[in-house]
C-alpha cells in the first residue's frame, strides 16, 4: 500500500470556549452547529468554519461578528478576541484496513498556545506557533507497550537515528473527531512574566515586554517598524514608532494532514554541492529518514530532472547506503540571482520501493546548484573588514528590502499574493529579501518563488528587539523551532544567510544590562542546528545588526552589518548626507510616506468625512509612528513647500521618501569599488511591505501599490547607472546638507560636481555620458559629452568639475578687491545625465536638481501625455519637470483594473530634449493623468 494523506480542510466548525462548561470535552456534545448567521454570539453553538487553515479574526469577520479591523478606528473594538479562549473542530473518516496501517497527524502550525485531543484523547500541547508537529497514532484499543502497533516499528535515517515517539492511541473505524483548545497568548504571557520575572524588551511602541516569553509571532503585540538606535554619536539614542495593529489572533493557521502508510519518506535533503571557484564542480548529496515497515524497504530510486522534465540519470540505491553522485562538467547548470544569470532549478524524485518492486512511497525536492560565501576580510586602504556575499565566486552587490508578514492575518496572504510581492522586486531589480525576526517563517510557497525568481533571501531567526530568556524549557523548546525550521529550508537554493536575531544584542546598550541570556542561543544552539543539519552550505549570523562581541558595539560601519538610523527617527539627518552614515554592509534604513490616495480613502472608510485631512485622528490611527508629525515636519518643511491638501501631501511624502531612499542606494552602490575596495557590499530598505493599510516605511503599500520610491530603487539598481552628487561652497565647513544652496547670512558661492557610473555586470562596458546643465529660471543651457568605460561588477569615477552655470547680469567684483564674491547662479542649474552604449541606446538616466527644493520657483514644464497604443505613453515637456507620477483617471476600487497595471517605470524626471517612453501593462488605452512637483 502507498501512502495515503489526507488533508483536513472541509469540515472545519469552530466556537468560542464556553466558561460554563467544565471540561473542553464536552464542548462538541454539548452545542450544536450554529444555522444561520444572524446571532453574534460565540460561545452557545458551533459555527462552520468559512476558511481552512483559519484564524479566528477572520471567521469573526466573515460572520460579520467583528468589524474590519483594518478601517477606521475600528482596530480598538475588537482586542477582546485575543484575551478568549477559541475551539476548532473537525471530523474525518477511517477504514478498518485504513487502521492497521501506520498513521501520523501531522501539525504544519498552531497558533500558539494550542491543546489537541482526538476522539476525547489529548495527543498534543503545542506552545511554539513556529515549530511544526508529528503526532503518530494508533488505536484506541492498541497496547503499544508491547510493541505491536505498525506505526512504531523502525525508522532508518541518514539525518537522524532516534525512533519516533510512541503513538496515541486515538483512532476509530468510522468517524474520528479532532478537537484543538487555543488559549489566550496574551493572558499565558503574563503567566509565563509572572513566573520568570520582568524583563526590558525594545520600548513602549512594541506591546508588553512579556511576549519575550511566547514563541508567536511578535508582530502581533503591535511593533515598533522602524526602532531607532545609534551608538554612531557620542549619546545613546533610542526612538519607536509603532506601524502595526494588535490583533492576537490564534487558529490552526498551517494545513494539518493525516498520513497512512506501510513506509514513508519523512525527511529528505538534497543538498546540491559545488565546489569553490575556478572549478565550480556539481555534486548530490541525499540523506533521507523512512518512517514505518522499514524492513520492507529494498531500496530507494533517485532520479534527477531538468526543468523541462527530461533525465538527466537516475540510480537505484539499497536502503539505508550514502547516496552520493559527483556531476560531470556541463551535466547540470549553476543558479544564479538576479542579475547575474540563470535561476536554474532541478527536480530530484526521491522513491521508496518495496521488495516486491512497487512504489511504497515518493517525495519530489526541487534544487539549484549554487555555492554562497559570507566574505569578511580586510580592506586595502580603509579599516575594519568586509561583508559581503559571494555567489558562485561572483562578489555581488545585494540591493533589497526588508520583508514583514504580508498582513496580520497569514491565513489571507494566498500563493499568487506572495508571488505578486516577489515579483515586485524582481521587477524592481533588486536581489535580496531580508525576513524579519519579529515575524514568521514564511510558508514554503515563499521560498519556491525565491528559488524561481533569483531572490536571495537572509532569513532571521525569529528573535526580535528583546532580552529573551534561556531557562531550559524555552531553549528545549527554541531548539526544536530551529531544527524544524533549518530542515524545511535548507534545500533552496535562494537561501543566503541565516541570521540569530534582529536587533537583540543591542539590548545591552539600550537598558544597561549586564549581557543577555539569550546568547546561548545565539550563539551556540543556532549554529550547532545549522551546522548538524546543513554544515556550511549557508553561513550563520549572529544578529543583525552585529559587528564584534566588544563592548556589545552595534553600529561600527567598519565591521558586520549596521542599521542606520540616523536619518528619520535618531538624529533626524538630512538624508543628503547619506555618505557620511554608510557601512559595511545596510541592512536596515528607510523613511516613511503616506500610501496611495486610494489606500488612505479606503482605511478612511466608518470614520466621518471631517477625519480626511493631514492631521486628523483617523490619519494618526494609521500611522502611529512614535512622534511621526515632528519628524515629517522636519524634512517635509527642510525640502518642500508644503500643502493642506491631503492627495498632494500623500504625494509629497512619496516624493520626499523616493528621494531619500534612492540616494541611499546610490551612494552606497559608489563605494563599490572592486576588490580590496568594496567599502560598501549592501543596501536592504526598510521596508518593501505592509501588514494593513498604514502610512510606514513600506515603498508598497499594503494593496501592492508601488510608490514612488520603488521606481526611484529600481532605476538606481539597474545593471548601468550613471550618478551625481553635488557639493554647495559655503563659509562654515559644519553647514549641512552640503548640497543644500544657502540663501540666509551668506548666499552660496560655488558648486561643484563629481559624476560617476556603476557597472553590476562581469564584463568592461564602453560608452558615452550626456551632461545637460539646464536653468530653471531662463533659457540658458550647456550640453557636455564624456566617453566612459565603466570597469566590471564596481563603480567607476568619470568627472569631477565646476558646476557651469548661467554668467551674472551684475558686473563681477574686482580682483583683489574688498567686494564680496557674487552668489552662484547654479542654484537654479539642473544637472541632467544620460549614459548611452555604443549603440546609442539609453541605459539609465539621473536628475541632479538644485537643492532644497522649496527654495525657487519651478516653471510649468507643459507635460504632453501622448498615447502611443493602447499600453505606452510618451511623455514630453518644454520645460523640466521633478517626479512626474503617472495613474489611470477613473473610478478607483481594491482590485480593480487599475490596480492590475504595471508601469515600466514612474516618478520621472523629464526634460524636454529627452522625452521618455513608458509602457502601462494593462491600461487598455484608459485615460492615464500626471502629477508632478509644484502641479498642485
Not at 360 to 377: H, M, N, P, S, Y
Not at 826 to 854: C, K, M, T
Request: with cysteine; net charge negative; charged share 20%.
Amino acid at each position: 500500500m502507498s501512502r495515503q494523506t489526507l488533508t483536513l480542510s472541509g469540515n472545519w466548525q469552530w466556537k468560542q470556549r464556553d466558561p460554563k462548561i467544565r471540561s473542553v470535552l464536552d464542548e462538541p456534545t454539548k452545542h450544536g452547529l450554529l444555522l444561520g448567521q444572524g446571532s453574534k454570539d460565540t460561545t452557545s453553538a458551533w459555527r462552520k468554519a468559512v476558511t481552512s487553515p483559519s484564524e479566528i479574526h477572520v471567521e469573526l469577520l466573515k460572520a460579520d461578528i467583528i468589524p474590519d479591523p483594518y478601517k477606521g478606528f475600528n482596530e480598538h473594538k475588537v482586542q477582546w478576541v485575543g484575551k478568549r479562549e477559541w475551539l476548532y473542530l473537525s471530523t474525518f473518516e477511517l477504514s478498518q484496513e485504513q487502521l492497521s496501517s501506520s498513521a501520523e497527524l501531522e501539525f504544519e502550525g498552531l497558533d500558539t498556545f494550542c491543546t489537541a485531543y482526538l476522539n476525547g484523547v489529548e495527543i498534543l500541547k503545542s506552545e511554539n506557533m513556529f515549530t511544526p508537529a508529528i503526532v503518530p497514532l494508533a488505536p484506541l484499543d492498541a497496547d503499544v507497550s508491547k510493541g505491536t502497533v505498525s506505526s512504531v516499528q523502525a525508522v532508518v535515517s541518514v539525518l537522524s537515528l532516534s525512533s519516533p515517539p510512541r503513538p496515541k492511541c486515538a483512532l476509530r473505524p468510522g468517524t474520528n473527531t479532532l478537537l484543538l483548545h487555543f488559549k489566550s497568548a496574551l493572558l499565558e504571557a503574563e503567566a509565563l512574566e509572572e513566573r520568570y520575572g520582568k524583563v526590558r524588551a525594545g520600548s513602549c511602541n512594541l506591546g508588553l515586554p512579556n511576549r519575550v516569553y511566547v514563541r508567536k509571532a511578535q508582530f502581533g503585540w503591535r511593533w515598533d517598524w522602524g526602532k531607532f538606535v545609534s551608538f554612531m554619536a557620542d549619546s545613546f539614542l533610542t526612538t519607536s514608532s509603532n506601524l502595526g495593529p494588535e490583533l492576537m489572533t490564534v487558529g490552526p493557521y498551517r494545513p494539518i494532514h493525516l498520513h497512512i502508510y506501510k513506509a514513508r519518506i519523512a525527511d529528505v535533503y538534497v543538498k546540491a554541492l559545488v565546489s569553490p571557484a575556478p572549478e565550480l564542480a556539481c555534486a548530490i548529496e541525499v540523506a533521507y529518514t523512512i518512517h514505518g515497515n522499514v524492513s520492507d524497504v529494498s531500496g530507494l530510486e533517485i532520479t534527477l530532472r531538468r526543468p523541462d522534465g527530461s533525465i538527466v540519470r537516475t540510480q537505484t540505491f539499497d536502503s539505508g547506503s550514502k547516496i552520493e553522485w559527483k556531476l560531470d562538467d556541463g551535466e547540470v547548470s549553476l543558479w544564479w540571482p538576479v542579475g547575474y544569470g540563470q535561476h536554474t532549478l532541478y527536480g530530484v524524485d526521491i522513491t521508496a520501493v518495496h521488495k516486491d518492486g512497487t512504489k511504497l512511497d515518493q517525495a519530489t525536492k526541487r534544487i539549484g546548484f549554487r555555492r554562497v560565501e559570507l566574505v569578511q576580510e580586510p580592506l586595502v586602504d580603509a579599516p575594519g573588514t568586509t561583508f559581503l556575499f559571494e555567489i558562485n565566486g561572483v562578489r555581488v552587490f545585494i540591493g533589497g528590502s526588508n520583508w514583514i508578514p504580508a498582513d496580520n492575518f497569514l491565513t489571507t496572504i494566498t500563493p499568487e499574493r506572495y508571488r505578486a510581492w516577489l515579483q515586485l522586486l524582481k521587477n524592481g531589480n533588486q536581489n535580496m529579501v531580508r525576513i524579519w525576526g519579529g515575524g514568521i517563517y514564511e510558508p514554503d510557497c515563499f521560498y519556491d518563488t525565491c528559488d524561481e525568481l533569483g531572490l536571495l533571501v537572509w532569513q532571521d531567526f525569529q528573535f526580535a528587539c528583546g532580552q529573551y530568556p534561556a531557562h531550559e524549557e524555552f531553549v528545549a523548546s527554541v531548539e526544536a523551532e530551529a531544527e524544524a525550521n533549518v530542515r524545511r529550508l535548507r534545500g533552496h537554493p535562494s537561501m543566503a544567510l541565516w541570521c540569530g536575531n534582529n536587533e537583540d544584542y543591542q539590548q545591552v546598550f539600550q537598558w544597561g544590562l549586564s549581557t543577555l541570556p539569550a546568547v546561548v542561543i545565539y550563539e551556540k544552539v543556532l549554529p550547532n542546528v545549522i551546522d548538524r543539519l546543513m554544515g556550511n552550505a549557508v553561513p550563520y549570523h549572529r544578529g543583525s545588526p552585529y559587528g564584534s562581541v566588544k563592548e556589545w558595539d552595534t553600529a561600527d560601519p567598519n565591521i558586520g552589518d549596521i542599521h542606520q538610523w540616523d536619518v528619520w527617527p535618531g538624529k533626524s539627518a538630512p538624508y543628503q548626507d547619506w555618505d557620511i552614515m554608510g557601512g559595511r554592509f545596510v541592512s536596515e534604513f528607510g523613511l516613511p510616506s503616506l500610501p496611495d490616495i486610494r489606500t488612505i480613502d479606503y482605511f478612511l472608510q466608518d470614520t466621518d468625512p471631517s477625519q480626511r485631512r493631514v492631521q486628523s485622528k483617523a490619519m494618526q490611527q494609521h500611522n502611529k509612528a512614535g512622534a511621526h508629525e515632528r519628524r515629517l515636519a522636519i524634512y517635509m518643511n527642510e525640502n518642500f513647500w508644503i500643502t493642506n491638501n491631503l492627495e498632494a501631501y500623500a504625494y509629497l511624502t512619496q516624493v520626499m521618501q523616493s528621494e531619500g531612499v534612492a540616494a541611499a542606494y546610490r551612494t552606497w552602490r559608489r563605494d563599490w569599488k572592486g576588490k580590496g575596495k568594496q567599502y560598501s557590499a549592501g543596501v536592504i530598505v526598510w521596508q518593501l511591505n505592509d501588514c494593513w493599510p498604514v502610512s510606514s516605511w513600506a515603498i508598497v503599500d499594503y494593496f501592492l501599490r508601488p510608490k514612488l520610491a520603488y521606481y526611484t530603487i529600481a532605476r538606481e539598481m539597474l545593471p548601468y547607472t550613471i550618478g551625481i552628487k553635488r557639493t554647495v561652497e559655503k563659509n562654515r565647513e559644519t553647514d549641512r546638507p552640503r548640497q543644500f544652496y544657502e540663501f540666509g547670512a551668506f548666499q552660496s558661492i560655488g558648486a561643484s560636481i563629481e559624476v560617476w557610473g556603476t557597472n553590476s555586470s562581469l564584463l568592461e562596458k564602453r560608452g558615452l555620458v550626456k551632461l545637460s546643465y539646464i536653468d530653471l529660471v531662463s533659457d540658458w543651457q550647456y550640453d557636455e559629452e564624456h566617453p566612459a568605460t565603466l570597469l566590471p561588477n564596481q563603480a567607476t569615477e568619470i568627472l569631477a568639475t565646476s558646476c557651469p552655470c548661467p554668467p551674472h547680469t551684475q558686473p563681477t567684483p574686482e580682483p583683489d578687491s574688498d567686494s564680496d564674491p557674487l552668489p552662484t547662479t547654479s542654484h537654479s542649474v539642473i544637472v541632467y545625465a544620460v549614459l548611452l552604449d555604443e549603440s546609442g541606446q539609453v541605459l539609465s538616466r539621473y536628475a541632479d536638481w538644485p537643492q532644497p527644493f522649496r527654495s525657487y520657483e519651478m516653471p510649468n514644464p507643459e507635460i504632453q501625455l501622448i498615447v502611443v497604443d493602447k499600453e505606452t505613453i510618451r511623455v514630453t515637456v518644454r520645460k523640466p519637470a521633478k517626479a512626474v507620477m503617472l495613474s489611470v483617471e477613473g473610478v478607483w476600487s481594491v482590485g480593480g483594473e487599475d490596480d492590475q497595471i504595471q508601469w515600466s517605470d514612474n516618478a520621472l524626471d523629464v526634460i524636454a530634449t529627452d522625452p521618455q517612453t513608458i509602457t502601462a501593462r494593462g491600461l487598455n488605452g484608459r485615460k492615464v493623468s500626471a502629477r508632478w512637483l509644484r502641479s498642485d
